[in-house]
């Protein structure tokens, strides 16, 4: 019973576990070449060239909405009348990262990351 009480237990932790960041990804790719770059994540965005060094950047931009909530009429104890459309209004978030990688001699040398969602 106890040993699985102890399995149940590990279960449950490792089912919490996610997979390696978006940094810890993208560190794998040092080293690699355009080539690979290009055939695991697709032509860059932007890609300019700059005193030898080439920059591809790729930019991941998604839009969060949040329903809110409304309240349809009714009183209230703390207000002098009947009230409408009470409650919390939607909202609209941009999330994003733009990752940037630099390539001398074709080979990524390093790389950026830049944003509000770069986890």
Request: glycine share 10%; net charge negative.
């Amino acid at each position: 019973m106890r040993k699985i009480l102890c399995l149940a237990a590990l279960l449950s932790v490792s089912a919490c576990a996610t997979g390696p960041g978006l940094q810890s990804r993208m560190a794998a790719y040092t080293g690699a070449s355009a080539e690979t770059l290009v055939k695991d994540l697709g032509v860059p965005d932007k890609q300019i060239t700059l005193d030898g060094v080439q920059y591809f950047a790729y930019d991941q931009h998604h839009t969060l909405v949040s329903p809110g909530f409304y309240a349809f009429g009714g009183y209230s104890p703390f207000y002098d009348g009947p009230f409408y459309n009470a409650g919390f209004p939607p909202t609209v978030t941009e999330a994003g990262c733009e990752t940037t990688f630099a390539l001398r001699d074709n080979k990524v040398v390093s790389f950026t990351l830049r944003g509000n969602d770069c986890s």
